[in-house]
T-cell receptor, first 114, second 110 residues
């Protein structure tokens, strides 16, 4: 089954404790993105990747890191989480290119930073 | 980045009525305009999309219209049903990444 998976689905942590949210897709997609969703603000892009070892900042990259060492995986790293990073996070992937724009979203990760 | 304005932020209708949500944007280079539906606690799901070479697309009770000259696109839902209640997001695509509107909460009352 074609899908995007994220882990963990729920996480409660404390300020400053490094964490990683994993994202994996099995569709051989070139493009992957991370979004955060906050009430009244919609979904805002954090980082995106156009291929292995190619990443770029989205609209709200501060406090986050990503890596793309393999095509299928695109982990989101919070080196020193703060309470303002409490949010719902979605990973998404797309094949990319004209006519193949459909984005596939993961199930989401609800993060609480105390 | 690209800015997308979405209106209204909330919309309440009676079952059977029509609902219209509108988005405006500024970047004329965008060519792909999807609409997503998000039910409570779930991921966004693509419900319809339109490309810049067409002005309208319809799928059963859902339609999307695009006016590239005026830089706006709209979602139309006819004969609304309670299960249409959700948050709807417009988006536009550039370089295979999406910029989203802030969402419209649609409430359909029986």
């Amino acid at each position: 089954e074609a899908q995007v998976t994220q882990n963990p689905r729920y996480l409660i942590t404390v300020t400053g404790k490094k964490l990683t949210v994993t994202c994996s897709q099995n569709m051989n997609h070139e493009y992957m993105s991370w979004y955060r969703q906050d009430p009244g603000l919609g979904l805002r892009q954090i980082y995106y990747s156009m291929n292995v070892e190619v990443t770029d900042k989205g609209d709200v990259p501060e406090g986050y890191k990503v890596s793309r060492k393999e095509k299928r995986n695109f982990p989101l790293i919070l080196e020193s989480p703060s309470p303002n990073q409490t949010s719902l996070y979605f990973c998404a992937s797309t094949l990319g290119g004209e006519g193949t724009d459909t984005q596939y979203f993961g199930p989401g990760t609800r993060l609480t930073v105390l | 980045g690209e800015n997308v304005e979405q209106h209204p932020s909330t919309l309440s209708v009676q079952e059977g009525d029509s609902a219209v949500i509108k988005c405006t944007y500024s970047d004329s280079a965008s060519n792909y305009f999807p609409w997503y539906k998000q039910e409570l606690g779930k991921r966004p799901q693509l419900i319809i999309d339109i490309r810049s070479n067409v002005g309208e697309k319809k799928d059963q009770r859902i339609a999307v219209t695009l006016n590239k000259t005026a830089k706006h696109f709209s979602l139309h839902i006819t004969e609304t049903q309670p299960e249409d209640s959700a948050v709807y997001f417009c988006a536009l695509e550039r370089y295979s990444t999406l910029t989203f509107g802030k969402g419209t909460m649609l409430l359909v009352s029986p």
